[in-house]
């Protein structure tokens, strides 16, 4: 199924290309990240738009006031260390506010920080990246305030912003364990990348009874057999979730950053860049289970591989979803601006969820996806029938 709509634009200064996509619009609105990376593609944001199209669609409750919204994204082919990246990202929403304004709600992605986005976004005159969501409630001023006061919040010294995307990962991964049934034997797990996503995943499989024996970021991959200490390395890690290398124990190891693949785990956890597990790097995974914490982590022949190695591959779109979900949660009132309330959401339904597709993969003898997949369209379906879907 084609996009309802698809923007390449180019850069007037640098000539850089941004690409927004709307994959489905529901009530006229769309809502997914904008990202950072040398080499984005129009064909990579497509992706990511139709894989937030299932996340909207996959967390659909009845019972909630939150109606999920369609699937859109948008990224800028650009490095994020890149020193004009900020002034092209404030070009690129200054040529797309009409869109921001009326369609598609957004916020961080790979390689951008919402502090940063909210910056750029204050300069052109608007008040927040979700102003087309904002614009359909009566309650918006206290929509406001309670999006404002949850990402105030901190939790442990890092924001509960920066929290609930890595939890639902960490959760979507301890449940995996416990299903693989060696949830009582601490699990080992391997996470790729430390920041937001990556570094939140690590702290909660740890607090949850995981043991990190790897973590790789930037400069390289930070080791330890015995199992690392997290919360250590999250204290020392700078804005771009790289480890501060001083501050490793006797008997951390390193290593290069592309060795995280083979290291011996029960949870793999990519929660980085997208692509990373390729067909021919997919026989040197030596993990349990998959656990994509990252957008489109593996691509489908490595996948291909892994389950028939016996490997399953829980999905980013249900694995990561809770980023999402989370904020609209407090935008709706479904929950409260709090880690209590926020926490307590995030286990309920990624249990849910995770119990329905395992399930049905158990009984059918399909892969993860391919029962989130069709859960997702359940779900939109009914979603369709109550509300109207345009795409």
């Known amino acids: 199924m084609s996009s309802l709509l698809e923007i390449t634009w180019t850069d007037p200064v640098s000539s850089r290309k941004g690409y927004v996509v709307l994959d489905t619009l529901i009530r006229g609105l769309a809502s997914g990240g904008l990202r950072l990376r ?31 919204l369609g699937g859109g994204k948008g990224g800028i082919d650009i490095d994020p260390g890149d020193p004009e990246a900020r002034e092209v990202l404030g070009r690129f929403l200054a040529a797309l506010l009409p869109v921001l304004r009326s369609q598609w709600s957004t916020g961080e992605d790979f390689g951008l920080r919402q502090d940063t986005l909210d ?49 639902g990962v960490a959760r979507a991964a301890l449940v995996t364990a416990e299903r693989l049934g060696i949830a009582a034997t601490q699990p080992s797990a391997v996470v790729q990348g430390f ?3 990556g570094g939140a995943a690590a702290r909660y499989l740890a607090r949850g009874g995981a ?20 919360e250590g390395l999250l204290a020392s890690r700078d804005g771009s979730g790289v480890i501060d290398r001083s501050v490793l ?54 996948e291909t591989d892994l389950s028939r190695r016996g490997i399953p591959v829980v999905p980013d779109f249900l694995a990561n979803v809770m980023t999402n ?19 307590a959401k995030i286990d309920t339904v990624m249990r849910r969820l995770m119990g329905t597709v395992a399930d049905e993969a158990e ?22 029938e109550r509300v109207g879907v345009t795409g």
């Open 363 to 384: 009984a059918s003898g399909r892969t993860l996806r391919e029962c989130a997949l069709e859960l997702a369209a359940r779900n939109a379906t009914a979603l369709a």
């Open 211 to 230: 043991k990190v024996v790897a973590i790789a970021d930037r400069q390289g991959l930070v080791r330890n057999d015995d199992g690392l200490d997290v």
């Open 38 to 68: 040398e080499g984005c593609s129009l064909d990579e944001v497509r992706g990511l738009a139709q894989g937030m199209t299932r996340k909207e669609a996959l967390v659909y409750d009845p019972a909630d006031s939150y109606l999920p």
């Open 249 to 302: 124990r006797d008997g951390d190891a390193t290593a290069d950053r592309d060795s995280w693949l083979d290291v011996p785990c029960d949870l793999l956890v990519p929660a980085a860049m997208s692509y990373v597990i390729t067909a021919g790097d997919s026989g040197r995974v030596q993990a349990r289970a998959v656990i994509e914490g990252a957008n489109m982590p593996t691509v489908p022949d490595a």
């Open 119 to 167: 910056e750029v976004a204050a300069e052109l005159g608007l008040p927040s990246t979700v102003e087309a969501v904002f614009a359909t409630l009566d309650d918006a001023p206290a929509a406001r305030a309670r999006l404002a006061e949850a990402f105030a919040t901190m939790v442990d010294g890092i924001s509960l912003g920066d929290l609930v995307g890595g939890y």
């Open 325 to 343: 979900a989370w904020w609209w949660w407090v935008v709706f009132g479904d929950i409260a601006p709090t880690a209590e309330s926020s926490f």
């Open 195 to 197: 920041g937001s996503i």
